[in-house]
Nanobody, 127 residues
Framework: HVQLVESGGGLVQAGDSLRLSCTANGRTFDTYYDMAWFRQAPGEEREFVAAIGYTGGTTWFKDSVKGRFIITRANRKSIMALQMNSLFPEDTGVYYC???????????????????WGQGTQVTVYT
């Protein structure tokens, strides 16, 4: 059974940084296509945050995190990371790692294009 596992969440002050990591049990990352981070704030729908293509050469972001967040992946090490800088309270939420097991829409932001998900890690940003 393949499972994605997130880590690195926490409670930080506005302006601080956090680095989230995603690893997989039972599957190497070179078998995934696009990988992404989504988040869900309390009472809100889950939303796209950032994604990265198979080789790591293509990345795309939600507008509000552009210039602050960096997404990387290392397939041989089966790890994906989200470096989050200059955090705002609006970045608060449960962050989910997601992976596409089939080739989907170019630079997709739809959660339905990702078939594997982690359990999530909480990020809370306070002022």
């Amino acid at each position: 059974h393949v499972q994605l596992v997130e880590s690195g969440g926490g409670l930080v002050q506005a302006g601080d940084s956090l680095r989230l990591s995603c690893t997989a049990n039972g599957r190497t990352f070179d078998t995934y296509y696009d990988m992404a981070w989504f988040r869900q704030a309390p009472g809100e729908e889950r939303e796209f945050v950032a994604a990265i293509g198979y080789t790591g050469g293509t990345t795309w972001f939600k507008d509000s995190v552009k210039g602050r967040f960096i997404i990387t992946r290392a397939n041989r090490k089966s790890i994906m990371a989200l470096q989050m800088n200059s955090l705002f309270p609006e970045d608060t939420g449960v962050y989910y790692c997601a992976a596409a097991t089939t080739l989907g829409t170019l630079e997709t932001t739809r959660d339905t294009d990702f078939g594997s998900w982690g359990q999530g890690t909480q990020v809370t940003v306070y002022t």
